[in-house]
């Protein structure tokens, strides 16, 4: 079986690593993938943002991840890498109208690919990316946030808006 894990990952928090580290050890691939053509506007480029996923799972020791990014369509992506799923987190109510609707759509385009959801963890549960660029840029503690190995680069980006 094989997930695509997609978002914006602007940039990739603790949070969205703990999902994804749960993903990999239900699947035999997982790929996290960086939308690049996101309507709302992003603060670090998908390079960047693909590195700092790079580093946060090669720290955590996560091998059967494949990171990318996908222009258009989820589904069409997820289709040419022979996904079987979607993977998403939840963290609280908040979430759950907007998965809805992504879930339905998805379901509509492509009904063979199901989406299955990771809940958050209660320390992640208000974690985000808005959070911590809010929170880095006004020069605040981003530690524990976002992985170790992204801590010092993110903060110094943030800072530097
Ligand atoms: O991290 P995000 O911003 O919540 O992720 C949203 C994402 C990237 C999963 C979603 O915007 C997406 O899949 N965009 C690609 C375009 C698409 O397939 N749209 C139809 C589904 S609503």
């Given at each position: 079986?094989?997930?695509?894990?997609?978002?914006?990952?602007?940039?990739f928090?603790?949070?969205?690593?703990?999902i994804?580290k749960r993903a990999?050890?239900t699947f035999?691939?997982?790929?996290a993938?960086?939308?690049?053509?996101?309507?709302?506007?992003?603060?670090f480029?998908?390079e960047?943002?693909?590195?700092?996923i790079?580093r946060?799972t090669?720290?955590?020791g996560?091998?059967n991840?494949?990171?990318?990014?996908?222009?258009?369509l989820?589904?069409?992506y997820?289709?040419?890498?022979?996904a079987?799923h979607?993977?998403?987190g939840?963290r609280?109510?908040t979430?759950?109208?907007?998965?809805l609707?992504?879930?339905?759509?998805?379901?509509?385009l492509a009904?063979?690919l199901?989406?299955?959801?990771?809940m958050a963890?209660?320390?992640?549960?208000?974690l985000s990316s808005?959070?911590v660029r809010e929170?880095?840029?006004?020069g605040?503690?981003i530690?524990?946030?976002?992985?170790?190995?992204n801590?010092?680069?993110i903060?110094e980006?943030?800072l530097?808006?």
């Amino acid at each position: 079986m094989i997930g695509v894990y997609p978002g914006s990952f602007d940039p990739f928090t603790s949070g969205h690593l703990d999902i994804l580290k749960r993903a990999a050890r239900t699947f035999d691939c997982v790929y996290a993938a960086v939308l690049e053509n996101n309507s709302k506007s992003v603060f670090f480029s998908v390079e960047e943002r693909k590195e700092f996923i790079r580093r946060a799972t090669a720290e955590a020791g996560v091998k059967n991840v494949v990171v990318d990014s996908f222009p258009g369509l989820l589904v069409d992506y997820a289709r040419m890498i022979g996904a079987t799923h979607i993977v998403r987190g939840l963290r609280a109510v908040t979430d759950f109208e907007y998965e809805l609707k992504m879930d339905a759509m998805n379901s509509r385009l492509a009904p063979e690919l199901d989406t299955v959801y990771y809940m958050a963890e209660p320390e992640h549960a208000f974690l985000s990316s808005s959070i911590v660029r809010e929170v880095g840029a006004f020069g605040g503690s981003i530690e524990g946030l976002v992985a170790e190995a992204n801590h010092k680069t993110i903060a110094e980006r943030l800072l530097k808006r």
